[in-house]
């Protein structure tokens, strides 16, 4: 079977873009069933989730018709054809869902506390899931991110942009699309006025180091790939800003 093993398991784009070249290869040509699931999960040593996302993915963009129980059945083949991802799902975030009869405000100002208090829920686990999945491309920014956040520290900055871009890299490192579609969210703007006030009145002359020896921390349990270990030092990262912040309060 002309499949090669997965190097970087965790996006299914990649096992998408692999299946296409193949179709576009005539391995698999129009009115063939590409292997099942299993098999191709087994081959690509990669979970039947994933797999599951390619083929959806393939069908999105019309290339094969999913039919359950009854195979992926190849329906044309294209000699150019764009990158999965720049096609499947491109406007799933242009317009909320009118059936809903909700309003989603994408530039709503977050309260200081109630941002600090989701990234404590997700960061840590996204740390956790890096250390096992960062590919070594992945962990290099990682680490230019940490130097960026040295340097910021350095300069005295205000803004901390090498801070806010070292949590979005282990975020988009961790395997899972959704925790670096939040955190990027959440950290990829300049932080609102509210947490800029919240920072310039309450944030100790230390803070800044102190952070950046935290990070160092989970950059080292990142590297030796201890999921347990970057996992407690994101957690308790977080937990020292909050306290932090807690404490200027009072």
């Known amino acids: 079977m002309p499949i090669r093993k997965m190097e970087n398991p965790r996006l299914y784009r990649q096992i998408a873009d692999q299946l296409i070249t193949l179709i576009n290869n005539n391995e698999f040509p129009p009115g063939s069933r590409l292997p099942a699931e299993r098999e191709l999960a087994e081959q690509l ?3 039947r989730a ?5 083929l959806i993915a393939l069908e999105v963009i019309g290339l094969v018709d999913v039919k359950v129980g009854n195979g992926v059945i190849v329906k044309a083949r294209a000699s150019t054809q764009e990158p999965v991802m720049m096609q499947a799902g491109r406007d799933q975030w242009s317009e909320p869902d009118d059936e809903l009869g909700i ?3 994408f530039s709503t100002e977050l309260p200081p506390f109630s941002l600090l208090q989701a990234r404590r829920l ?5 740390a956790a899931l890096a250390a096992v999945h960062a590919s070594e491309e992945e962990l290099a920014l990682i680490r230019a991110a940490y130097r960026q956040n040295c340097e910021d520290n350095r300069a005295q900055s205000r803004t901390h942009p090498g801070d806010r871009l070292f949590h979005i890299r282990i975020a988009q490192a961790s395997g899972n699309p959704a925790y670096g579609f939040i955190i990027g969210h959440l950290l990829g703007h300049r932080y609102g006025s509210m947490f800029r006030m919240l920072q310039a009145h309450y944030t100790p002359g ?3 180091l102190a952070s950046e020896t935290e990070h160092l921390t989970i950059l080292s349990a990142l590297e ?3 999921g347990k270990a970057a996992r407690a030092a994101m957690k308790q990262h977080i937990d020292r800003v909050i306290a ?3 404490r200027a309060q009072e």
């Open 45 to 47: 040593q990669v979970s």
């Open 50 to 54: 994933s797999v599951r996302e390619a």
């Open 103 to 105: 309003k989603l405000d």
């Open 122 to 126: 997700i960061e840590p686990e996204a």
């Open 206 to 208: 230390d803070m800044p």
């Open 224 to 226: 030796k790939r201890d």
């Open 244 to 246: 932090t912040f807690e």
